[in-house]
């Protein structure tokens, strides 16, 4: 069974950092290209970042480009979000996603099979 | 950027009902569309990819169509457990994606 088990979130003051953690199981980690999404309380889905199976294709949304760092450890199985400088804006859950198919990375098409149960990013002071 | 539309932004319906959500891209995404389904204080659960595949798993009464700009997510007798909100995503642009503002579906 698919399992991603983010972790990290939490109370941050504005101008602050925090790392989120994705820990994956049950899929050969490595395969596959991964995303985080994230949502503001009562608001929509936002797409933040992406990352290749081998992280050599990274992404960013422009509301977080400068500001949030994506990186995977393929050997961890673990996908990574660093965010600096972070804002009001920010407060949201972020979600790890798994990108399919992985018979077509960074091709079009791609779809979000599975999600995490998501993490709560609050800035605040 | 591609963007995306949806409507209506919310609508009441009774279980059996027929539903049907329009999803409208800013320029031609052919396909690349997909439907997710969630459920309040849950993550979001994919229903549909490539405008009209069902996921595993996913009841027979979902069904999604369109190509180029527009497109629908048409539930077919709807149950109690489909009560949720509904996001459309473009995945035409590979280095970025775009989701539909959702579509809440709350009972009559």
């Known amino acids: 069974e698919v399992q991603l088990l983010e972790s990290g979130g939490g109370l941050v003051q504005p101008g602050g950092s925090l790392r989120l953690s994705c820990a994956a199981s049950g899929f050969t980690f490595s395969s596959h290209a991964m995303n985080w999404v994230r949502q503001a309380p009562g608001k929509g889905l936002e797409w933040v970042s992406a990352i290749s199976h081998f992280g050599d294709f990274i992404y960013y949304a422009d509301s977080v480009r400068g500001r949030f760092t994506i990186s995977r450890d393929n050997s961890k199985n673990t996908l990574y979000l660093q965010m600096n400088s972070l804002r009001a804006e920010d407060m949201a859950v972020y979600y790890c996603?798994?990108?399919?198919?992985?018979?077509?990375?960074?091709?079009?098409?791609?779809?979000?099979?599975?999600w995490g149960q998501g993490t709560l990013v609050t800035v605040s002071s | 950027d591609i963007q995306m539309t949806q409507s209506p932004s919310s609508l009441s319906a009774s279980v059996g009902d027929k539903v049907t959500i329009t999803c409208r891209a800013s320029?031609?995404?052919?396909?690349?569309l997909n439907w997710y389904k969630q459920e309040p204080g849950k993550a979001p659960n994919l229903l549909i990819y490539g405008a009209s595949t069902l996921q595993s798993g996913v009841p027979s009464r979902f069904s999604g169509s369109g190509s180029g700009t527009d497109f629908t997510l048409t539930i077919s007798g709807l149950q109690p457990e489909d009560f949720a909100t509904y996001y459309c995503?473009?995945?035409?642009?590979?280095?970025?994606?775009?989701f539909g503002p959702g579509t809440k579906i709350d009972i009559k």
């Open positions: 995503q473009q995945s035409y642009i590979t280095d970025s994606t775009t």
């Open positions: 320029q031609s995404i052919t396909t690349y």
């Open positions: 996603v798994r990108v399919l198919p992985s018979s077509n990375p960074g091709g079009r098409g791609y779809y979000y099979a599975s």
